[in-house]
């Protein structure tokens, strides 16, 4: 637990569920407004079109009753051929094609257009009518009674296909849609990026580091982005200040340690002696695992490079044939030699107390250089594997001092791994014991 009371894999966790979320939601929120101003606009170009088709039906068909019937008048035997085109069929008969108008709104309309585009043919009898065509289309058909009482008949070919201009005008509304929302998430994506990077280093100190944040972008990430450099230089503070102040105690606690050591020479009873030596003991070793895992938390040193066989049998030297070492290579690799020299004795020294005995061995995996250290003692059951990086984690509930430990090892190994890029894991072989994998930190 951190000084703002909460783990930092929790608060790096937060960041990463909340990044990728709200620029999820913006980007939906932002589709939707393409789609339905994409939508109103063919909407609103098709309404445009109907009208549009109306009122040039309407022009058409006055400036053809108007032709037709001087042409009519001039030559009556040409009328049909002259007038008929590729839109517009013609003729003129002595009853009419359409018997009566037609009750259809849109008709009206077209006839009063008619009449508005040629005021002179309004009073005479004009019916039209729509005629079903092969496919789905519908002419226009109609007939207007001349001066000599003949009639003339007419068909505008399919009044309901959509005129070609307004096609045009939708497709360049669909790419120009498509194109503003292009536009408008690639400006997105600029501007999520300062809250990706932040999503980053939340993860990074996450992991016990401390990164300076470019207070860059919008307002509101360059305020989060000061907060959390305010905070991270907060919690700095306030592991050093814990350190410091745990040094201090230390120091103070170890005097009159050494001075209750020498006075258990006095006692004359050896059982009591011996029991007061065994407190003093604990106490002080007590005191050195604390230690180890608060400097952990703020420890810091250069990358070398480190040939890790040679590394794995100089760390393994002091414990004779109680640890086995299987590398079948040396590679050099560039790390953080201390660190790793921290985590391994931890390690070896944990597999020891509860085995015996400790199987080391070398291997590559997933492009990592990784030491395993494999015992045959109790195990570890899986559902231990994270509660045991906690802190003073006991298997045993009550807390028995029957087995030496205080529950700082493997969590100080955990926050070193973290800080410096390695990491940490567990697995139970089937022929029982337990293996930890330690995945040596790489410098970048």
């Keep these: 637990m951190n000084a703002i009371g909460k783990p930092r894999e929790e608060r790096a966790a937060i960041f990463r569920r909340l990044s990728p979320g709200f620029a999820v ?25 109907r009208q549009t088709l109306r009122d040039d039906h309407a022009r058409r068909v006055a400036e053809l009753l108007i032709v037709g019937e001087r042409m009519h008048a001039i030559a009556p035997a040409q009328t049909a051929t002259n007038m008929t085109t590729r839109y517009l069929l013609a003729n003129v008969s002595p009853a009419p094609m359409v018997a009566a108008p037609g009750d259809d709104e849109m008709l009206a309309d077209i006839a009063a257009r008619i009449v508005a585009w040629e005021p002179s043919l309004g009073g005479r009898p004009l019916h039209l009518a729509l005629l079903a065509e092969q496919g789905e289309g ?20 399919d009044i309901t296909s959509m005129w070609p201009v307004a096609w045009r005008a939708m497709v360049l509304t669909m790419l120009l849609t498509a194109a503003f929302m292009g536009i408008g998430l690639v400006v997105l994506h600029r501007i999520g990026k300062p809250l990706r990077q932040l999503t980053d280093v939340a993860e990074t100190i996450g992991q016990g580091k401390q990164i300076a944040i470019s207070e860059t972008g919008p307002k509101d990430l360059r305020d989060l982005a000061h907060a959390m450099n305010v905070m991270q230089e907060r919690i700095a503070r306030l592991l050093s200040d814990q350190a410091a102040a745990f040094e201090a105690i230390t120091h103070d606690l170890r005097t009159p340690l050494s001075r209750q050591l020498v006075a258990t020479r006095l006692v004359d009873d050896d059982e009591l002696s011996q029991l007061l030596r065994d407190s003093i003991e604990e106490i002080t070793e007590l005191l050195d695992s604390l230690q180890a895992y608060l400097n952990a938390q703020h420890f810091t040193c250069e990358p070398e490079t480190v040939a890790l066989a040679e590394f794995l049998r100089s760390e393994v030297s002091g ?38 005995e400790a199987v080391v061995s070398l291997h590559r995996r997933d492009g990592d250089w990784v030491i395993d250290i494999s015992d045959n003692g109790p195990g570890l059951a899986q559902e231990f594997y994270q509660p045991v990086l906690e802190p003073f984690f006991r298997l045993d509930e009550a807390r028995q001092r029957n087995t030496k430990g205080f529950g700082l090892g493997i969590p100080m190994v955990h926050r070193l791994m973290m800080r410096f890029n390695g990491s940490l894991g567990f697995s139970s072989p089937a022929k029982g014991g337990l293996t930890v994998h330690l995945t040596v930190p790489r410098a970048s």
Excluded: C, K, M
């Design 138 to 157: 519908r002419n226009l058909a109609g007939s207007l009674q001349l001066a000599d009482g003949s009639w003339f008949n007419f068909q505008s070919r």
């Design 319 to 356: 414990y004779g044939d109680a640890i086995t070492i299987v590398a079948s290579a040396d590679p050099r690799v560039r790390t953080f030699r201390e660190p790793l020299a921290l985590a391994l004795r931890a390690l070896i020294e944990n597999a020891v107390q509860y085995a015996g």
């Design 25 to 49: 939601h913006i980007a939906i929120v932002f589709l939707a407004l393409g789609l339905v101003q994409l939508a109103g606009s063919l909407i609103f170009y098709q309404i445009i079109d």
